[in-house]
């Protein structure tokens, strides 16, 4: 496999953990960080999101064993920590990779770790500190619930990069709202006032990274299982977005972004601002300056508002397949 | 008057035109302005605003009398392009001026020029040009105006400056949406669309130039007329916002920072954006990217997001009064 052979000597790898809700954007994602020469990819945690979280499992671990990895899949969250979710298949198909696997089979649990994905949080962060980066493509869910059990990997962790929200920008699940963020508004809000180190990588920046049509097209001849299996998928998505964002020339990687941003954070430009994530109302989900954060505490959180999409489509064609 | 003997250089001087609905802390723009050795001001049109525009008129007329100045003032739009304006005094007074100098008198409005604001803003748009900068403290409704009579004027004008909208941070009328945006939203969300050169100077950087009781107190101690005026109807301005924005530490020099701006870009970090301003509904007012827009226009809107509130507040106190 091209993309082991070419990993980085072990000691300059970014040591990732990425937790997220495979969907579409979350399996390129996964793609991308595996293949990554400067990422050591140490796990994967999954929570419901696109699909329920037995969806969110199975999908990431056919993406890991058509990777030819064996990285280990925790699962965790099952829902939001207040609100009520429902799925509707819309962007990502009703099982989070566009209907092309189906529903989930009792064999496809069998292997599930008994180690909750949150726990799995806890220790890793324990055992790596600050060596260590934590991608969110998901709702942040599965962190909050770590921080509530140990609150010490606030201090602990090296950053937390997190795709979600729209600070400059409107949301996708309404004018105000990102879905990462409106799916779990309590989660997402309770982690950024925690003062916790984590940049935003929302759709400020997200939608300026388009994949086309023709890009998909490449990796459909190129003939590979992975590359016609991501090529099958994405249409889906591709699709979805024509219909949804018509004035969008392709659809976002919102979640491979997070993970550029994961290893190389000058892919983005970003601002330092207390943040808050709005619970209540029609707007709940939106992303917006927290006026009343004492100015003595310090600023953990930078947003990002512009990204050098060029450079980052450059690495993540190179890197996907 | 030392702030006419300390005027720089004609040349070198930024050639401004203020539009504003006075208001406190435009009558503090006012004095910011013709005290800045930076600025020659040529002219101050008003609006309708913080007060109907017979008592903005008569405001600036005030604050340009006590200043010892004879710049002229120029009557403008009397309403909104489309919405109802009620007022409550509720930050300025029913007068705009904290109650401080009352009912308008006929007498106030004998000499207004016939000459109306928006063709005052033509015609020195067109003398002008590029020379001009042109700082807006109130709606945008006189230059929504100017523009439909004269589209020239877009690519005309030097630069414009706009204190209002609120892009990283909740409103100040509800959580969405900023005064001077919220009361003629049509407009602004006009005059953002044309393309025309403009910074906006929102609440993002505003809310962090805070005049304190002190500052203000300091002004009554002077004891000249100007700074006992601007000091009486300061007060008003910082007790009001002691109750609605308990959060804030004093009262914010909204419209004084778009001045500041005016003639030294420097004041602000900025980020370009293709803006719209919301028309419609709970956020009407509103300021967020405008998704639609064609990629091939240029980008001429910039908006501010950090700004050097120290090095502002400096120069303000050393020209106010």
């Known amino acids: 496999m091209a993309s082991i052979k070419n990993k980085q000597d072990g000691d300059k790898m970014v040591k990732m953990i990425l937790d997220c809700d495979t969907g579409i954007d979350d399996a390129l994602a996964i793609g991308y960080a595996v293949h990554s020469p400067e990422i050591e990819l140490l796990g994967i945690t999954v929570c419901y999101g696109m699909a329920p979280v037995d969806y969110t499992y199975r999908n990431a671990k056919k993406i890991v064993q058509l990777l030819g990895s064996d990285i280990g899949v925790w699962k965790g969250a099952e829902k939001p920590l207040v609100l009520e979710k429902e799925y509707n298949g819309l962007i990502h198909g009703m099982d989070g990779l566009g209907n092309t696997l ?31 980066t934590l991608v969110v493509t998901g709702p942040l869910t599965n962190l909050a619930l770590a921080i509530k059990k140990d609150p010490n990997i606030i201090n602990l962790v090296g950053k937390v990069v997190s795709m979600g929200g729209a600070l400059t920008t409107p949301g996708n699940v309404n004018r105000y709202a990102e879905a990462n963020y409106a799916i779990d508004p309590h989660a997402a809000n309770y982690v950024y006032k925690t003062n916790i180190p984590i ?27 992975l590359s016609c299996f991501f090529a099958e998928f994405t249409q889906y998505y ?9 004035y969008l020339k392709g659809c976002a990687l919102h979640d491979p972004l997070a993970i550029a941003v994961g290893k190389d954070p000058s892919f983005v430009q970003t601002i330092p601002i207390h943040l808050e994530v709005e619970v209540e109302g029609v707007s709940a989900g939106r992303t917006i300056e927290d006026l009343y954060r004492e100015e003595s505490n310090p600023l953990q959180t930078e947003v990002s508002i512009k990204v050098d999409a060029e450079r980052f489509m450059e690495d993540f064609y190179k890197n996907i397949v």
Chains 1, 2 share one sequence.
């Open 102 to 132: 189906g529903n989930v089979q009792p064999e496809d649990l069998v292997d599930c770790p008994s180690l909750h994905a949150v726990d799995y949080l806890i220790e890793k962060i324990y055992e790596y500190k600050k060596e260590l």
């Open 199 to 225: 940049t935003m990588v929302g759709l400020d920046v997200t939608r300026k990274t388009l994949l086309t049509t023709e890009d998909v097209a490449n990796w459909k001849q190129k003939g590979t299982e």
């Open 238 to 246: 591709l699709d979805a977005y024509k219909k949804i964002h018509p």
